[in-house]
């Protein structure tokens, strides 16, 4: 479901990249002790990693010719919260875009707010938690998953044809296009709800307070003594499993969106037409700068784009750089927010420390 430049004007283009830039700073001065913990920090990486790699698969839709890619957004905020889980999408659309091409640079405010901010800072809290409230047991936790992906693709679905038609650069008419969309990722929820579902029971049951560190009134204290080394190595081997194997036998079939707009122009013109990008200033520069920063674009080696080690390497080294990048994220907003809260506190702790020797000697002295 990434969005390529062709689909937006520049001011629409501008006004989301505005719009998520702003979601990334608030999201990264908001964040609160409780949702991000040394332990946290890693993991951010991992899971971060684990979704590059998985989008990279794309899974056929039967009786459609579509494909559709898990979007990982729920998926990181059941493992993260969803704060956390927002920066570690946003890293990996930021890698997705800079160093391979994938989705445009105009339209990359877009892909961070319909892949980032839909799930993870409205269908997070807004169903997904609510759905957990009780308890976390494999059942809720199969039907919060299900549901909140189902919800968060649709409701991403509807807001890239917002965006589109808003743009009125193509003439991709808004129901026809609406009702193309809508169900095919809808279908495409329902598959990665159920692998969501199964990789969050899956890291419930292996060390449970992950996930319950989440809940309201559980500190992420509970995490100081566990060890997560088990975990993290389970998901960087499915990382790996995932970028390095699995991703050679995705599907040659469209993606939901690529799907839909052929059928739409298809309905509309009698014919497919493909979109292509304007050579209008500001599509130039950002085709020029993504020209310049895509390592291995459309996941290929640049000196031989039909050998498929292209897609395996892309998948490591996209899975790394994603990790890296996700996790340096975590660490800093922690050692700037966090480490100097605590080196006040300790320093509070300190003066009230030396105030009541200080007493106590003056009440000696006034004794003697």
Not at 304 to 324: K, L, Q, R, W, Y
Request: with cysteine; proline share 5%; hydrophobic share 50%.
């Amino acid at each position: 479901m990434h969005m390529a430049d062709a689909l937006l004007s520049p001011a629409v283009g501008m006004a989301m990249n505005v719009i998520s830039i702003t979601a990334i700073g608030v999201s990264a001065a908001k964040i609160k002790r409780n949702e991000l913990s040394e332990k946290k920090i890693p993991i951010m990486g991992v899971a971060g990693a684990l979704v590059f790699a998985g989008q990279m698969i794309t899974f056929a839709i039967p009786a459609t010719g579509s494909s559709g890619h898990i979007g990982g957004g729920i998926l990181l905020a059941g493992l993260l919260g969803g704060i956390p889980a927002f920066l570690a999408m946003a890293a990996v659309l930021i890698v997705q875009c800079l160093f391979f091409a994938d989705g445009g640079l105009l339209a990359l405010g877009c892909n961070i707010f319909n892949l980032g901010v839909i799930p993870c800072l409205v269908v997070y809290p807004l169903i997904f938690k609510p759905l957990l409230q009780k308890s976390i047991g494999s059942r809720r936790l199969s039907i919060a998953s299900i549901a909140s992906v189902m919800i968060a693709l649709g409701l991403g679905a509807f807001f890239v044809v917002l965006q589109t038609v808003a743009s009125g650069i193509t003439e991709l008419p808004f129901g026809t296009f609406s009702a193309l969309m809508l169900p095919i990722h809808l279908v495409i929820g329902l598959v990665e709800g159920i692998v969501t579902a199964a990789i969050l029971c899956f890291v419930h049951k292996m060390r449970p307070e992950i996930m319950d560190s989440l809940q309201p009134g559980q500190p992420s204290k509970r995490l100081s003594g566990v060890s997560t080394k088990k975990v993290l190595a389970i998901l960087a081997a499915l990382t790996l499993l995932t970028g390095g194997f699995l991703s050679l036998f995705a599907s040659a079939n469209p993606d939901g969106l690529e799907w839909a707009i052929g059928k739409t122009t298809e309905k509309v013109f009698g014919a497919e037409t493909e979109l292509g990008a304007s050579e209008d200033g500001i599509f130039e520069i950002a085709a020029n700068v993504q020209k310049s920063t895509a390592l291995l674009p459309d996941y290929t080696l640049p000196s031989d784009p039909d050998n498929p080690a292209g897609t395996s390497v892309s998948g490591i080294i996209g899975a790394m750089i994603t990790c890296a990048l996700a996790g340096a994220a975590g660490l800093i907003i922690f050692m700037v927010k966090f480490k100097k809260s605590r080196a006040l506190k300790d320093s509070g702790s300190k003066n009230k420390e030396d105030q009541a020797q200080e007493a106590q000697t003056k009440e000696v002295q006034a004794h003697v």
